[in-house]
Nanobody
């Protein structure tokens, strides 16, 4: 019923920039919080950044001042602008969305994207 499609991952040099995108599609009545998580090899998945429908943001301390999350409500899309990435930012990045289905507009559902690899290396 719902698909989250991520794009924009790849190899980036330290100090460079990269932008991730995630588009939600399907039988969606509305979307609440959208966010990005990441998981590095051997580590737990962790929150990178999240944004509410009205634009309030939350960031992991490790990315504050370097990454920026934004969204386009008309396009059901969330972005993660990654500036000055570091080697320790290397991970699989996952989009996560809280939304309401047309078939169940009273009940929030949580969905994950398939993940996109980001590798920071010179």
């Amino acid at each position: 019923q719902v698909q989250l499609v991520e794009s924009g991952g790849g190899l980036v040099q330290p100090g460079g920039s990269l932008r991730l995108s995630c588009v939600a599609s399907g039988s969606i009545a509305g979307i609440n919080t959208m966010g990005w998580y990441r998981q590095a090899p051997g580590k737990q998945r962790e929150l990178v950044a999240a944004i509410t429908r009205d634009g309030k943001t939350n960031y992991a301390d490790s990315v504050k001042g370097r990454f920026t999350i934004s969204r386009d409500n008309a396009k059901n899309t969330v972005y993660l602008q990654m500036n000055s990435p570091k080697a320790e930012d290397t991970a699989v990045y996952y989009c996560n969305v809280d939304l309401f289905l047309l078939s169940r507009p009273w009940d929030v559902q949580n969905y994950w994207g398939q993940g996109t690899q980001v590798t920071v290396s010179s």
